[in-house]
């Protein structure tokens, strides 16, 4: 990502010079073959970290795990993201979004690869929980580089009036690997097996690295220097705001966690949906949060209005888990109301995905030039943390409360983060 600066900066950012320069030295449209590679790359992971939950249910027969375990395999793919994010975002800083992008997309291929060779059930063996459990942070842990690395050069490529386009566009494609993902990869894991599963995501991934192999090029020195080594405020990790930004990114994502590793669960166990009904559900959670990020992006391009968008989203969000709440509370007495609760998670769902682009943007101008992926990855660090503790939260939240309390504690952490969002004075 680029340099970036104030809003109230009257001057031209450096960023924009170094991209304009880019433009003239690779061409005008090549901004959008580097935003298409950031997109590529996150939907290849998106449907790796959001698509491997969403056979939840074929996962927890076919490797024969209980809620617990299924928990702790799922979640250990979030921590394994979380551990990774901020040691690859500061790689990035230093080496550039296009090594680190190679890097990690290879890795991430070649692992997932063997997975799909050693780590799968057959008539012969099935893995435990443990080499589940273990594969699946290898595989967090490598697919972390993307983040940080893709949205650095997304922001060295885009000039300022354009930026929250442009990550909202390339935060789409989380939902839309999630969303393809949910829709195949059940289906394929019951039909195929995890062979096939692991065997797509690997070819994924390997496609990814070589658009990025092609395409994929820093912004070149402009008048105002090199895009990714201006600096500007205070390094990240020292920049309070950040912090405040990171922290509401963070608690904002446990209920759309709960939503992405759960949900699947929630629908089979509890309103008794199929796998074609608790699929679509998923795609649709993940194609209206596609549809609003590219929304809240250009909107907030033309009305300066982040801060106050982020605070809506987060209300909204609350919001509607509190529904959901009431809605599978009121079922147990009414069973007329179970029909409504798809339609409720896709609701919330996409309240709680929509934020995206629109906070991580904010976040990057906050971070200033040079600091960006550090920042991001920052950011991710916290969102993967809750990737890691919500799958293993929730089936002890079921012990003590059952799905009504997991809703209930969706909807508490929204609420917290809408306050974190207000500009400190």
């Not at 967090?140 to 580089?145: A, E, P, Q, T, V």
């Not at 839309?176 to 692991?198: I, K, Y």
């Not at 796998?275 to 998923?282: K, R």
Request: charged share 10%; hydrophobic share 55%; with cysteine.
């Amino acid at each position: 990502m680029s340099a970036i600066v104030t809003r109230n900066d009257c001057q031209r950012p450096d960023a924009d010079i170094a991209a304009s320069s880019a433009r003239r030295a690779f061409g005008p449209s090549h901004r959008w073959k580097v935003l298409g590679i950031g997109v590529a790359a996150n939907a290849g992971f998106s449907a790796t970290f959001s698509g491997i939950p969403a056979t939840a249910v074929v996962m927890r027969q076919g490797y024969h795990l209980d809620n617990a375990s299924l928990g702790l395999a799922l979640g250990l793919l979030g921590l394994g993201v979380a551990l990774s994010e901020l040691p690859w975002g500061v790689l990035t800083d230093r080496w550039g979004d296009r090594r680190v992008l190679l890097t990690g997309l290879g890795a991430t291929a070649a692992w997932l690869l063997i997975m799909a060779l050693l780590v799968v059930p057959t008539k012969m063996a099935v893995p435990g929980v443990t080499l589940l459990s273990a594969s699946l942070l290898v595989a967090g842990l490598l697919g972390g580089s993307v983040n940080g690395s893709s949205g650095r050069a997304i922001m060295g490529w885009f000039g300022e009036g354009e930026r929250g386009f442009a990550m909202s566009i390339r935060q789409t494609a989380v939902p839309l690997g999630g969303g393809l993902g949910a829709l195949v990869l059940p289906s394929l894991a019951l039909a195929s097996g995890f062979t096939a599963v692991f065997g797509l995501l690997a070819t994924v991934s390997a496609l990814s690295a070589c658009f990025a192999w092609r395409w994929l090029h820093e912004p070149p020195v402009g008048s105002g220097g090199h895009a990714a080594t201006a600096t500007s405020g205070p390094a990240p990790l020292r920049n309070i705001e950040v912090w405040r930004i990171s922290t509401a990114i963070g608690l904002l994502c446990f209920p759309q966690v709960a939503v992405l590793t759960f949900a699947s669960v929630f629908l089979h166990d509890f309103a008794g949906t199929g796998t074609f009904v608790t699929s679509a559900t998923l795609a649709a959670v993940q194609t209206g949060a596609m549809v609003m990020r590219v929304w809240s992006g250009r909107f907030t391009d033309r009305h300066g209005n982040r801060r106050p968008f982020l605070k809506v989203c987060s209300a909204l969000s609350a919001l509607a888990f509190l529904v959901l709440w009431l809605l599978v509370t009121g079922a147990a007495a009414i069973p007329a109301l179970l029909p409504l609760l798809p339609l409720v998670v896709v609701v919330a769902g996409i309240f709680v995905s929509a934020w995206h682009g629109v906070a991580y943007t904010e976040l990057a101008t906050l971070a200033g030039a040079g600091h960006v992926g550090t920042a991001l990855s920052l950011a991710n660090s916290f969102v993967f943390v809750g990737f890691c503790l919500v799958p293993i939260a929730i089936p002890w939240l079921l012990v003590a409360f059952a799905w009504p309390g997991v809703w209930l504690a969706a909807a508490i952490c929204a609420a917290l983060a809408c306050p974190i969002f207000l500009r400190q004075a």
